[in-house]
């Protein structure tokens, strides 16, 4: 597959999960609002910056974080690249310029996506407009995967997008474990207490973990088992080890030759299989997940060096 | 050609519909206004979302827009198509066979049919492809020729298309849109299929691989994603199941085409490429090419890459060389044309000059190097301002310009806001030419959707329609 068109699949379908991944924190960040005193729910509002890494973007032009300055921002501003309407944009625009090495059931539902998210104003996302705005997103990156999965050849271009969706996932996944911990734990001394029911469930639901939690251990919400959950549960779809486990099938499946960026990828899958969550907090959690965002980096540079090209 | 009465495809004169047209006409009148109105809707609809779109220069970057298409279909009977199957292969092969001869022996130069000047001075003469050989001696593998049918019911040629002519993608699109929203009428008539094209077009490149290579690796390559013609361009490598590639993905080594692939380089043999010569290779033409492969035509010249069309194609379907195919045609073939040209003035005879710009108000007058569209003047629609300043640019560079009669283009039935009424349309059919010369029975039609319009490029407002040929 030529190395350009391998770099658009697998940012296409980056975009389409990070679109997905902030519909999902910021459906979060509009339920807890609603919730807690005045400073929990400032600290509420500004997680989804600090997920999201762009706060200090987000302050340049602004002083206040309010809910509706968050969604304009977050959701629609055309200026953020991470923006949900800048992550539909550029998905569609990478899908664009691919779509022969693609089928066109997925182009045209990037396109389709991309044609509705034009017609999204502001004034739609007040109040529940908002929520069935969130579910929206959700709904076209569930299609997108799932016409992805269902029509798509199994070769390099279906590697690539795979590749592309649960680097992706992973990332957003360990950073929004990272940063509500570190919101939700009062302290240390915390762990294995049981905690506000809310905030956990809010945190468990906007991974789709809650109903999982549940019914994988029948108990109230421990931060412990919330963090195996999310961290090494395979089962799992949205934890860090099933989407390693992914991540090395695809690239193990990646015809060109490279060794760094597979090796990094196997290594990594293995710290996850043989990890044990008690020893990773016993070294501190913050400092594990730091980690683990920072090889994901690496390894998403290595893939880019390896076989995307000079992008 | 004298303006007679507008030949209408799918009336008579005396206002009878001609056999080939009853199904259509009798499905108009027994289906509600309102499901035509409906199908017409989803139509644009499937259209935007499948992306099928045209970008039109010179409006806001970026800009898509689609190209109206109109459902009721432009019909030609088999034995009408036959001839003018006949009469393009004849006129391709004459085509062909006089860019062989300018970039070799130069016999119709020789033999007085051509002023060597009409060859060697035009602009499309490409003097690096003297003595290059080509693999079959083909030149033009994909042509578009533009007909026209007149009031006399006759199909004359407009123009040819010889370089890097677009449109197919729609004629394919088009004919599937209908058999998505009107299946029924393909029970009333056997339609001729035309959705084979891609992969003839997948034989006729292979065909014009270099020699030594069995199993010829062909590419299409393109200007890039906001190209006018993108769609099209991404659409046939796909249906060919071959590389849409653009410039940067190729690179050039020991006087071979190499591309950059996730699995290292892979070696290209033949290149179907829809950009202009002047943007092929920086080296070899325009330095500021940002879209070609430096040393490309090195390595073309060595016979190691095929291109398709052939570089310097352009001297043959320039419109000051039209008026001399017909010529083309005796000298070559020893035939008679089939098909005939419209009767042509060319400004930089004095004579013709003077003939044009005492008649301006009712000529249409055109760029020789311009397609498109762009930069023509048709008299009769003309204003007094535009036709002032056309007569100063002739006057300034007649051998810029030929001169043809407003012709009175025929007519089809087309769907406009207050129902159906007849417009305007042309027909552009595709000629491929490989081990032997092929078409897929139609072309696109394009129609001139404002009344009384003689205009039919889509980037001047026209729309298309399926072309069929019935049985």
Same mark, same amino acid.
């Given at each position: 597959?030529?190395?350009?068109?391998?770099?658009?699949?697998?940012?296409?379908?980056?975009?389409?999960?990070?679109?997905?991944?902030?519909?999902?924190?910021?459906?979060?960040?509009?339920?807890?609002?609603?919730?807690?005193?005045?400073?929990?729910?400032?600290?509420?509002?500004?997680?989804p910056?600090?997920?999201?890494?762009?706060?200090?973007?987000?302050?340049?032009?602004?002083?206040?974080?309010?809910?509706?300055?968050?969604?304009?921002?977050?959701?629609?501003d055309?200026?953020?690249?991470?923006?949900?309407?800048?992550?539909?944009?550029?998905a569609?625009?990478?899908?664009?310029?691919?779509?022969?090495?693609?089928?066109?059931?997925?182009?045209? &539902?990037?396109?389709?996506?991309?044609?509705?998210?034009?017609?999204?104003?502001?004034?739609?996302?007040?109040?529940?407009?908002?929520?069935?705005?969130?579910?929206w997103?959700?709904?076209?990156?569930?299609?997108?995967?799932?016409?992805?999965?269902?029509?798509?050849?199994?070769?390099?271009?279906?590697?690539?997008?795979?590749?592309?969706?649960?680097?992706?996932?992973?990332?957003?996944?360990?950073?929004?474990?990272?940063?509500k911990?570190?919101?939700?734990?009062?302290?240390?001394q915390d762990?294995?207490?049981?905690?506000?029911?809310?905030?956990?469930?809010?945190?468990?639901?906007?991974?789709?973990?809650y109903? &999982?939690?549940?019914?994988?251990?029948?108990?109230?919400?421990?931060?412990?088992k919330?963090?195996?959950?999310?961290?090494?549960?395979?089962?799992?779809?949205?934890?860090?080890?099933?989407?390693?486990?992914?991540?090395?099938?695809?690239?193990e499946?990646?015809?060109?030759q490279?060794?760094?960026?597979?090796?990094?990828?196997?290594?990594?899958?293995?710290r996850?299989?043989?990890?044990?969550?008690?020893?990773?907090?016993?070294?501190?959690?913050?400092?594990?997940?730091?980690?683990?965002?920072?090889?994901?980096?690496?390894?998403?540079?290595?893939?880019?060096r390896?076989?995307?090209?000079?992008? | 050609?004298?303006?007679?009465?507008?030949?209408?495809?799918?009336?008579?004169?005396?206002?009878e519909?001609?056999?080939?047209?009853?199904?259509?006409?009798?499905?108009?009148?027994? &289906?509600?206004?309102?499901?035509?109105?409906?199908?017409?809707?989803?139509?644009?609809?499937?259209?935007?979302?499948?992306?099928?779109?045209?970008?039109?220069y010179?409006?806001?970057?970026?800009?898509?827009?689609?190209?109206?298409?109109d &459902?009721?279909?432009?019909?030609?009977?088999?034995?009408?198509?036959?001839e003018?199957?006949?009469?393009?292969?004849?006129?391709?092969?004459?085509?062909?066979?006089?860019?062989?001869?300018?970039?070799?022996?130069?016999?119709?130069?020789?033999?007085?049919?051509?002023?060597?000047?009409?060859?060697?001075?035009?602009?499309?003469?490409?003097?690096?492809?003297?003595?290059?050989?080509?693999?079959?001696?083909?030149?033009?593998s994909?042509?578009?020729?533009?007909?026209?049918?007149?009031?006399?019911?006759?199909?004359?040629?407009?123009?040819?298309?010889?370089?890097?002519?677009?449109?197919?993608?729609?004629?394919?699109?088009?004919?599937?849109?209908m058999?998505?929203?009107?299946p029924?009428?393909f029970?009333?008539?056997?339609?001729?299929?035309?959705?084979?094209?891609?992969?003839m077009?997948?034989?006729?490149?292979?065909?014009?691989?270099?020699?030594?290579?069995?199993?010829?690796?062909?590419?299409?390559?393109?200007?890039?994603?906001?190209?006018?013609?993108?769609?099209?361009?991404a659409?046939?490598?796909?249906?060919?199941?071959?590389?849409?590639?653009?410039?940067?993905?190729?690179?050039?080594?020991?006087?071979?085409?190499?591309?950059?692939?996730t699995?290292?380089?892979?070696?290209?043999?033949?290149?179907?490429?829809?950009i202009?010569?002047?943007?092929?290779?920086?080296?070899?033409?325009?330095?500021?090419?940002?879209?070609?492969?430096?040393?490309?035509?090195?390595?073309?010249?060595a016979?190691?890459?095929?291109?398709?069309?052939?570089?310097?194609?352009?001297?043959?379907?320039?419109?000051?060389?039209?008026?001399?195919?017909?010529?083309?045609?005796?000298?070559?073939?020893?035939?008679?044309?089939?098909?005939?040209?419209?009767?042509?003035?060319?400004?930089?005879?004095?004579?013709?000059?003077?003939?044009?710009?005492?008649?301006?108000?009712?000529?249409?007058?055109?760029?020789?190097?311009?397609?498109?569209?762009?930069?023509?003047?048709?008299?009769?629609?003309?204003?007094?301002?535009?036709?002032?300043?056309?007569?100063?640019?002739?006057?300034?560079?007649?051998?810029?310009?030929?001169?043809?009669?407003?012709?009175?283009?025929?007519?089809?039935?087309?769907?406009?806001?207050?129902?159906?009424?007849?417009?305007?349309?042309?027909?552009?059919?595709?000629?491929?030419?490989?081990?032997?010369?092929?078409?897929?029975?139609?072309?696109?039609?394009?129609?001139?959707?404002?009344?009384?319009?003689?205009?039919v490029?889509?980037?001047q407002?026209?729309?298309?329609k399926?072309?069929?040929?019935?049985?």
């Open positions: 597959m030529l190395s350009r068109v391998a770099d658009r699949i697998f940012w296409m379908s980056r975009q389409m999960e990070r679109a997905e991944n902030m519909a999902r924190i910021l459906g979060v960040a509009s339920n807890m609002v609603l919730f807690g005193t005045k400073e929990t729910r400032e600290q509420n509002l500004l997680a910056l600090t997920i999201t890494d762009s706060a200090e973007r987000y302050f340049e032009t602004r002083k206040l974080v309010t809910f509706d300055a968050l969604m304009e921002f977050l959701a629609l055309p200026q953020n690249s991470s923006s949900i309407y800048s992550c539909l944009k550029w569609r625009e990478n899908a664009h310029a691919v779509r022969w090495q693609i089928t066109s059931e997925m182009w045209e &539902t990037l396109n389709t996506t991309w044609i509705d998210m034009k017609r999204v104003r502001r004034a739609d996302l007040v109040g529940a407009g908002a929520t069935k705005f969130f579910d997103v959700k709904d076209r990156s569930h299609l997108f995967r799932g016409v992805t999965y269902g029509t798509i050849l199994r070769g390099e271009a279906f590697n690539f997008s795979r590749l592309g969706t649960f680097l992706e996932r992973a990332d957003n996944t360990a950073r929004i474990l990272d940063v911990y570190h919101v939700l734990l009062p302290s240390v762990v294995g207490g049981a905690l506000d029911y809310y905030q956990w469930t809010a945190l468990l639901r906007s991974v789709s973990a109903e &999982t939690y549940r019914s994988l251990y029948r108990d109230q919400i421990f931060p412990i919330v963090a195996q959950l999310l961290i090494l549960e395979r089962r799992m779809p949205r934890s860090l080890a099933a989407c390693f486990e992914q991540i090395t099938q695809a690239m499946r990646i015809e060109g490279d060794r760094a960026a597979k090796r990094l990828a196997g290594e990594l899958n293995a996850l299989t043989h990890a044990d969550i008690a020893e990773i907090f016993q070294d501190g959690l913050h400092e594990y997940l730091t980690e683990c965002i920072a090889d994901m980096h690496e390894l998403g540079g290595r893939i880019q390896a076989y995307l090209g000079t992008a | 050609m004298e303006r007679r009465q507008l030949f209408d495809e799918m009336r008579t004169s005396a206002g519909v001609r056999e080939h047209f009853r199904p259509i006409a009798e499905w108009l009148k027994e &289906t509600p206004a309102k499901r035509v109105a409906e199908k017409r809707r989803e139509a644009d609809l499937l259209f935007h979302r499948v992306g099928i779109t045209f970008a039109v010179g409006d806001a970057a970026g800009a898509e827009r689609l190209i109206p298409f &459902t009721i279909p432009r019909i030609l009977p088999k034995s009408e198509w036959d003018i199957d006949r009469g393009l292969k004849q006129r391709i092969e004459a085509l062909n066979r006089f860019l062989d001869d300018i970039y070799h022996g130069q016999e119709i130069i020789k033999a007085g049919v051509m002023p060597p000047e009409q060859v060697l001075g035009n602009p499309g003469f490409q003097k690096e492809m003297v003595g290059v050989d080509l693999p079959n001696r083909i030149y033009s994909v042509a578009g020729i533009d007909l026209v049918r007149h009031s006399d019911g006759k199909y004359y040629v407009l123009e040819d298309n010889l370089r890097t002519p677009s449109g197919v993608s729609y004629m394919i699109e088009n004919r599937k849109m058999m998505r929203l009107f029924e009428l029970e009333r008539q056997t339609v001729l299929p035309v959705e084979h094209y891609p992969s077009l997948l034989e006729t490149l292979r065909a014009a691989a270099p020699p030594r290579t069995r199993d010829p690796v062909v590419v299409v390559l393109t200007p890039g994603q906001y190209n006018s013609a993108y769609f099209e361009h659409f046939l490598a796909q249906q060919m199941g071959v590389e849409l590639v653009e410039g940067a993905d190729l690179f050039v080594r020991d006087n071979s085409v190499y591309m950059r692939t699995s290292g380089r892979q070696r290209v043999d033949v290149i179907y490429r829809r202009d010569d002047a943007f092929l290779d920086p080296k070899a033409f325009r330095k500021d090419s940002m879209l070609g492969v430096p040393d490309l035509f090195a390595a073309y010249r016979g190691n890459v095929a291109l398709a069309n052939a570089v310097g194609t352009g001297v043959a379907d320039d419109k000051s060389t039209y008026p001399y195919v017909p010529e083309m045609i005796r000298f070559y073939l020893k035939q008679e044309p089939i098909l005939q040209n419209v009767p042509t003035w060319m400004c930089r005879n004095p004579k013709d000059l003077a003939h044009v710009l005492e008649n301006l108000a009712t000529l249409v007058v055109k760029e020789v190097q311009g397609s498109g569209g762009y930069g023509m003047l048709v008299g009769p629609t003309a204003s007094k301002s535009e036709i002032t300043s056309f007569r100063k640019l002739l006057k300034a560079k007649p051998e810029n310009y030929i001169a043809q009669p407003t012709l009175a283009l025929s007519t089809c039935p087309t769907f406009v806001k207050r129902g159906v009424a007849p417009r305007h349309v042309d027909l552009r059919p595709y000629v491929l030419s490989g081990k032997e010369v092929k078409l897929v029975p139609g072309g696109l039609t394009r129609v001139a959707l404002k009344e009384g319009s003689l205009v490029n889509s980037s407002g026209g729309g298309t399926d072309t069929w040929v019935v049985e």
